[in-house]
């Protein structure tokens, strides 16, 4: 789905151990700002000896949440929490209690077809037990994607499993480290994943496959910090961008203002995308240079174009300079 602006708000994704129990207080302080979403991780963040603890962890870092908003005015993010097995859904939601009000929705960890009924079942009930929309956010990174003999029937397989919950689909959400891990590739600061041909294959098919119906957010880059890290940050966020990726997972708080940064839409496509869909009917001509005389305007073929950038402006804002 990719007909609201819902689809276009998660930004950047700042994963964080289910079990870290300081989470609660920078949420509450603001410590990472006021432009981003949260994932708590109980999957390859927690040792499988410590998931039941991490559980009670994360439900009361969230009620600790949930107890100071009632109190006192602060940004709080969408929350949602990455699991490890359908089954862990509903006893989350238990465990949360009224809490379960903050929680946007679940992650879902290596997407495949062995798997993907349980899953969507699973969101199915916690929303006919939920008093707001909890949303699903499927990752795709899985072993059995790799193949290319069963790799796009097992795309469009999942696709079609999604056709089920289609308008709770936030994002399609791509695992570019457990991806590469495959491999046995890393990138380093100066590289960009989308060099990585047998990956940035895979990320291609996706878009073919998604990017038309819904909003497919971007790989991990896990540089924050040292040399060229930034610059690296931005190079891969603006072949994101061309790629057709729209946010990003961040693992660190350094990388989020750098991802709402390469996502503010210019001035000077705010403005053609308004041209765009205010087109007077009245003309004999659908096409046009734009105000600054520099590219060329087509109603009939910019349009879905411009509608997304409205989207993403209303999400992340327009720039103020002229980049």
Known sequence: MKNSSIYYSIGPLLYCPANRNTIAASIISQKYGGHFSLALCLEDTISDLHVEEAEHSLAASIRQIDQAAQQQSFYLPKIFVRVREPQQIPRLLTLL???????S???????????ADAYIQAVIAANEQSLHPLYLMPIYESACMIDLRSRYE???????????VEDLVLNIRV????????????RHAHESIHS???????FSDIITVYGMDYVVSGPVFEYYNGKDWKEGL??????DRLCGFIGKTVIHPNQIEVVNDAYRISQKDYADACSILNWNPSLASCIAANTSGERMNEQKTHTNWARQILRMAEAFG???DQK
């Open 196 to 202: 990585i041909r047998p990956v940035a294959n895979l």
């Open 97 to 103: 209690g009224h809490s379960r009000s903050l929680l």
């Open 154 to 164: 097992i795309l469009y397989t999942l696709k079609e499993k999604l056709s089920r």
């Open 318 to 320: 327009i720039r103020t």
């Open 234 to 239: 931005e190079q891969e966020l603006a072949e």
């Open 105 to 115: 929705g679940f992650i879902i960890p290596k997407f495949a077809p062995d798997q």
């Open 175 to 186: 695992g570019g480290n457990d991806l590469c891990h495959l491999f046995s590739f890393r």
